[in-house]
């Protein structure tokens, strides 16, 4: 199983972009799916997350900002990243919750993609 990860870039404060995480290989399903963030010297952290079922958590940071969504046909999560700020600058990487046979989950995590938002 691989997570491909895209759409991170350069963007001014207040702008938008659009993430997205493709998860490919051997799936018999996926579970939870979310977006975690690291920063330059700082822990990774959790951005959001969206189970199968589409119930979905936000870091305080950013509730109201971003908006977590999957496809479960094209086993694609997306984060919709709106009201950019300096501080969301970070490497942004997704992670799946993947069932590969019935009864076996393993977690999987995408290569990373880098959000820079800055004048």
């Known amino acids: 199983v691989q997570l491909q990860a895209s759409g991170g870039g350069l963007v001014q404060p207040g702008g938008s972009l659009r993430l997205s995480c493709a998860a490919t290989g051997s799936i018999f399903s996926i579970n939870a799916m979310a977006w975690y963030r690291q920063a330059p010297g700082k822990q990774r952290e959790l951005v959001a997350a969206i189970t199968s079922g589409g119930s979905t958590n936000y870091a305080d940071s950013v509730k109201g900002r971003f908006t977590i969504s999957r496809d479960n046909a094209k086993n694609t999560v997306y984060l919709q990243m709106n009201s950019l700020k300096p501080e969301d600058t970070a490497v942004y990487y997704c992670?799946?919750?993947?069932?590969?046979?019935?009864?076996?989950?393993?977690?999987?995590w995408g290569q990373g993609t880098l959000v820079t938002v800055s004048s």
């Open positions: 992670n799946a919750d993947v069932q590969v046979i019935a009864g076996i989950n393993l977690i999987y």
